[in-house]
Nanobody, 120 residues
Framework: QVQLVESGGGLVQPGGSLRLSCAAS????????MSWYRQAPGKERELVAR????????NYADSVKGRFTISKDNAKNAVYLQMNSLKPEDTAVYYC?????????????WGQGTQVTVSS
């Protein structure tokens, strides 16, 4: 049974930091690129950050470059999102996504999401 379980969300003041975690099970984690997406109220889900199977390459949305860092631990079947210098506009539900390296038809999974609220 495939599972992606996010944790680490919460309420933080502007300028603060949070670290999101996503624990994966039920599939060959090392064969999957992992991503974090987010969806704010009334907006479409958007890509925040992506990391390739071995963690050797990453890419980020322009809005989070220099503030967020994605990392992947294949030994622990986990992916992380370190979020620094948080802004109110970062408020959203954050979702973990797994996509097989050879295409989504071979595997494409979502977690249930974790709420991040940035407010004073």
């Amino acid at each position: 049974q495939v599972q992606l379980v996010e944790s680490g969300g919460g309420l933080v003041q502007p300028g603060g930091s949070l670290r999101l975690s996503c624990a994966a099970s039920g599939f060959t984690f090392s064969s999957y690129a992992m991503s974090w997406y987010r969806q704010a109220p009334g907006k479409e889900r958007e890509l925040v950050a992506r990391i390739v199977t071995d963690g050797g390459s990453t890419n980020y949305a322009d809005s989070v470059k220099g503030r967020f860092t994605i990392s992947k631990d294949n030994a622990k079947n986990a992916v992380y999102l370190q979020m620094n210098s948080l802004k109110p506009e970062d408020t959203a539900v954050y979702y973990c996504n797994a996509r097989h390296s050879r295409g989504s038809l071979l595997g494409y999974y979502w977690g249930q999401g974790t709420q991040v609220t940035v407010s004073s």
